[in-house]
């Protein structure tokens, strides 16, 4: 029996949940990891490979900007919600806004504005979440905290920690989008298309 450990990227799958299913459609995340197991077990089989497999942790790492009323809903939900789901444990970092300016390369003017409403420009970096997936991916590895790692996340920054974890015969198994990610899945032990998981796992809306 291998134990899986699933290392979820939240914006990383959740940008490219709203592009390719849509926005319109939410997610069953509760099913995410009891999915991606599955298509973990049935790539072992594909290679001639015996072993079950058994989900003992899901790690979700996000991140939120308490400026902003839709975060506050969303960090709401995953304190309501998908912290309490069997198997889950969330890492939450919080973000914020930072002043901003666009360099024009024509005339060297630099705008800190936006031409149409005047509103500043501001950007909002995430900040320490691919560090706490790879600090992560690396201490129970080296913990002897799983077999079978399961990397949803198309982030090449993620390379090194996985190539890391590997050399001590730890496998890191990739769910990737298509057309997405190719360095890192490549990177990977093996990796599946996560794409018709997630048609899978849309839920109904009530």
Known sequence: ???????????????????RIGRDQRCNWPRLPVRCVEACEALLRELGAQDSLRLDETRVYASYNPSRTEDTRLKRWLDTFLDRQPSFA??????????????????????????????????????????????????????????????????????????????????????????CGHDLARSCWGSFDIEPLATDIVRLQQ
């Open 1 to 19: 029996m291998l134990r899986v450990r699933v290392f979820v990227d939240f914006w990383n799958f959740q940008l490219n949940w709203n592009d």
């Open 90 to 179: 969330l890492m939450v970092a919080e973000r914020k806004d930072k002043p901003a300016f666009v360099y024009c390369r024509s005339c060297g003017a630099s705008l800190t504005d936006c031409p149409a409403c005047h509103a500043p420009l501001v950007r909002s970096r995430e900040k320490g979440v691919d560090t706490a997936i790879a600090t992560d991916l690396l201490a129970l590895a080296w913990d002897g905290a799983y077999d079978v790692g399961v990397l949803v996340s198309s982030d090449a920054d993620m390379i090194p920690a996985v190539r890391h974890v590997q050399q001590r015969g730890t496998k890191i198994i990739n769910a990737a989008w298509a057309n």
